[in-house]
């Protein structure tokens, strides 16, 4: 089944600051995780539901999926999101030792 995808503006937000984040200690760096970050986005096309449920999914009660992504450096982060129909929509972006988010943090 193909998935659209559609990144929520919370998610956006995040990308964002983890990106300017990167960037404001190498520019390659902050390049490098966008593209794993776009990469992870447009696997979750064919790969939507091979992806477990994120720890989030227990607190909310609601079946948030996580796909786990690199950078070429070796960091992992997270994007949380739900399918409704065959559409995914990313809700949020976490990076490493970002705790995990309380339900009330979630669109």
């Known amino acids: 089944m193909a998935f659209t995808v559609r ?7 995040d990308a964002q600051q983890i990106y300017d984040w990167i960037n404001d200690w190498s520019y390659e760096g902050a390049r490098n995780w966008w593209a794993a970050f776009e990469e992870a986005c447009n696997s979750l096309r064919q790969h939507a539901l091979a992806h477990g449920l994120a720890p989030e999914a227990e607190e909310s009660g609601r079946e948030i999926r996580q796909i786990l992504f690199r950078t070429p450096k070796g960091s992992f982060y997270r994007a949380l999101y739900v399918t409704v129909g065959n559409e995914v929509r990313i809700l949020r972006v976490r990076g490493p030792g970002q705790p995990d988010l309380l339900a009330d943090e979630l669109p």
């Open 7 to 13: 990144t929520l503006s919370r998610a956006e937000l």
